[in-house]
C-alpha cells in the first residue's frame, strides 16, 4: 500500500497536477478549495492575467460541480442518495496553459439538454459568445438550481477555447458528465 501511495504521488507529479479532490462538497469546502488554488497560483504563475483566469475557471466548475448535481454517491458498487453534492475535480499545468477537469453525475433527462447547450457554446467565435452571454443574461429566465446557464458560457469565455466533455450512462436516471477545460496562456 505505501508503494501505491509514492506511485500516485509520482503520477501526480509527472502531470503537474496542481490539485486533486473527489468527494463530497459543502460550500465551505468550495471555499477552501478556492483559496489553495489561489495560494498555488500565485506561487506558479507569474501573469495576473493567465492567474485571474484560471482562478475564474475553477470557480465556475467548482460551482457548477456543487450546484447541478443529481446528489449520488457510490456505496459498495450500489448508488445510494446523498443530502451533499458529490464529484471530482483536477487542476494540472500543461505545456499550453492549465487544465480544469471536473465530474459529477447529473439527471440522465437533462443530458440532450446540457449537451445542446456546450455545443451551441462550441459553435460560436468569440465575438457572438460574447453576445449569447448578454443575451443569456438579459433573458432572466433561472433553472431549478438557480443557473441561467451563464456559467458553461462564462468558463468557455474566460478559458479561450472549446469545452470538451463526455456523459456517461450510470443507470436509468443518472449520467457521469465529465468536462475538461483548457485554459491557454
Same mark, same amino acid.
Given at each position: 500500500?505505501?508503494? &501505491?501511495? +509514492?506511485?500516485?504521488?509520482?503520477?501526480?507529479?509527472?502531470?503537474?497536477?496542481?490539485?486533486? #479532490?473527489?468527494?463530497?462538497?459543502?460550500?465551505?469546502?468550495?471555499?477552501?478549495?478556492? @483559496?489553495?488554488?489561489?495560494?498555488?497560483?500565485?506561487?506558479?504563475?507569474?501573469?495576473? &492575467?493567465?492567474?485571474?483566469?484560471?482562478? *475564474?475557471?475553477?470557480?465556475?466548475?467548482?460551482? =457548477?460541480?456543487?450546484?447541478? !448535481?443529481? *446528489?449520488?454517491?457510490?456505496?459498495?458498487? /450500489?448508488?445510494?442518495?446523498?443530502?451533499?453534492? +458529490?464529484?471530482? /475535480?483536477?487542476?494540472?499545468?500543461?505545456?499550453? @496553459?492549465?487544465?480544469?477537469? $471536473?465530474? !459529477? #453525475?447529473?439527471?440522465?433527462?437533462?443530458?440532450?439538454?446540457?449537451?445542446?447547450?456546450?455545443?451551441?457554446? *462550441?459553435?460560436?467565435?468569440?465575438?457572438?459568445l460574447r453576445e449569447f452571454y448578454r443575451e443569456t443574461l438579459a433573458d432572466? $429566465?433561472?433553472?431549478? =438550481?438557480? @443557473?441561467?446557464?451563464?456559467?458553461?458560457?462564462?468558463? %468557455?469565455?474566460?478559458?479561450?477555447?472549446?469545452?470538451?466533455?463526455?456523459?456517461?450512462?450510470?443507470?436509468?436516471? !443518472? %449520467? #457521469?458528465?465529465?468536462? =475538461?477545460? =483548457?485554459?491557454?496562456?
Amino acid at each position: 500500500m505505501l508503494q &501505491r501511495i +509514492h506511485d500516485l504521488y509520482d503520477e501526480l507529479e509527472r502531470h503537474r497536477v496542481m490539485l486533486s #479532490f473527489k468527494g463530497a462538497l459543502s460550500p465551505e469546502l468550495v471555499t477552501a478549495l478556492l @483559496g489553495a488554488v489561489e495560494r498555488r497560483m500565485d506561487l506558479i504563475e507569474q501573469d495576473a &492575467r493567465t492567474r485571474k483566469r484560471v482562478f *475564474n475557471v475553477v470557480m465556475e466548475c467548482l460551482q =457548477n460541480l456543487y450546484h447541478h !448535481n443529481s *446528489n449520488l454517491t457510490i456505496g459498495e458498487g /450500489v448508488p445510494e442518495a446523498s443530502t451533499e453534492p +458529490h464529484g471530482v /475535480v483536477m487542476i494540472a499545468q500543461s505545456d499550453q @496553459g492549465y487544465q480544469v477537469l $471536473t465530474g !459529477n #453525475f447529473m439527471a440522465g433527462a437533462e443530458v440532450d439538454r446540457l449537451k445542446g447547450h456546450l455545443d451551441r457554446i *462550441n459553435a460560436l467565435p468569440p465575438e457572438e459568445l460574447r453576445e449569447f452571454y448578454r443575451e443569456t443574461l438579459a433573458d432572466g $429566465t433561472y433553472s431549478k =438550481n438557480g @443557473g441561467g446557464g451563464l456559467g458553461m458560457i462564462d468558463i %468557455a469565455r474566460k478559458s479561450g477555447g472549446k469545452l470538451e466533455y463526455g456523459f456517461v450512462p450510470y443507470d436509468k436516471d !443518472n %449520467a #457521469f458528465f465529465s468536462l =475538461n477545460v =483548457n485554459v491557454t496562456t
